[in-house]
């Protein structure tokens, strides 16, 4: 297929959307550091470019799935930022009514089913998701986003055999950023290059490099295409980066100085503001607005966090178990 022409509109929002995320992260590390945001926080600061390149492939029905580094997914799959901020707070407003912190994030509403604490567990749900979309005979496809760390897991080749046996409509995307929670690939698998784990089930599998919003664009819009034809999914191991340790607690002291520049030195937002600036797509007043508007956006989901009230104690036996009828489910 031939590769798409990239329009201004496509760059302006790429930097907007990437913009977003990483001020919104910045400000969460903040917060956690002001003990506003407790328990566990995974930033996703550096890998901005494996979601926003998805995105701008994706249909707003598509299904999203992924594991515990979700606040990023969540706000460019369409839930406000104000309510991602409200459930990294525990408040009754956040997207997860409070319950489920920053691990957890859900909305029925925007096709994202999670957000997973358990490494790996996320992998055969996104498989059953995309099954569930082609026992409907629908063409939307399920992507389902995993680290480095979950191909360890033997859900990962479960899924991938089953996915594969019945042509199923899903993207795998393995977000290797190179350490998993902080041991590197290299010492914990004899497959360094991980695209290669899909050949063992002849699925259609490749490397990708995820600090170019272009290149994530090209391979997810192969994959779509495939998956939206019937004929079944794909494997990407998008190679990227996390500038932060693992998680809040983690000082990232296994790695040097000099590999964390050298990463920074293709940042992916910095790489699409220089070619806005290069081919004049907006001009510096419309950059400053832009970040004013990524600005006043945080502002205000921080605002909505810290007015908003904690659940009542009530709600603890709320949303145990389903009490709706399932959408999917016909009479």
């Known amino acids: 297929m031939a590769k798409t022409k990239f329009t201004k509109e496509n760059y302006l929002h790429w930097y907007e959307s990437m913009l977003l995320m990483r001020r919104f992260e910045e400000k969460a590390g903040q917060l956690y550091g002001m003990q506003k945001i407790k328990g566990f926080c995974h930033l996703y600061i550096g890998q901005e470019a494996v979601v926003a390149g998805a995105m701008s492939v994706l249909r707003p029905e598509d299904a999203m799935i992924t594991a515990y580094r979700d606040h990023a997914h969540a706000i460019a799959k369409g839930i406000p930022a104000k309510e991602v901020m409200a459930e990294l707070y525990g408040k009754e407003t956040g997207c997860s009514k409070g319950k489920g912190g920053s691990m957890h994030m859900f909305s029925k509403e ?26 409907r005979g629908s063409d939307l496809v399920c992507v389902c986003y995993m680290g480095d760390g979950a191909v360890r897991q033997g859900a990962f080749h479960e899924a991938l055999n089953m996915a594969m046996t019945w042509k199923l409509p899903v993207i795998f995307i393995c977000e290797n950023n190179g ?6 690939v290299e010492r914990t698998s004899n497959v360094a290059e991980l695209w290669k784990l899909g050949l063992a089930y002849e699925m259609p599998s490749k490397p990708v490099d995820g600090m170019s919003v272009e290149e994530v664009h090209y391979a997810m819009e192969e994959a779509v295409e495939r998956a939206r034809k019937g ?6 191991e998008i190679k990227t980066y996390r500038y932060k340790g693992h998680s809040m607690s983690d000082p990232a002291k296994y790695r040097s100085k000099d590999e964390v520049e050298h990463y920074k030195a293709l940042d992916p937002i910095e790489s699409v503001l220089n070619t806005i600036i290069k081919k004049k797509y907006a001009t510096n007043e419309e950059l400053e607005a832009i970040n004013n508007r990524v600005k006043d956006i945080v502002e205000e989901a921080v605002k909505f966090a810290e007015e908003s009230s904690y659940p009542d104690p009530n709600e603890l036996y709320k949303d145990v178990y389903m009490q709706e009828d399932y959408p999917y489910i016909q009479e």
């Open 110 to 135: 925007h096709r994202f089913f999670g957000g997973h604490g358990i490494v790996g567990g996320q992998i055969p749900l996104g498989a059953g998701i995309a099954f569930a979309e082609k026992y």
């Open 179 to 184: 350490y998993a929670m902080g041991t590197s």
């Open 231 to 236: 004929n079944g999914p794909t494997y990407l």
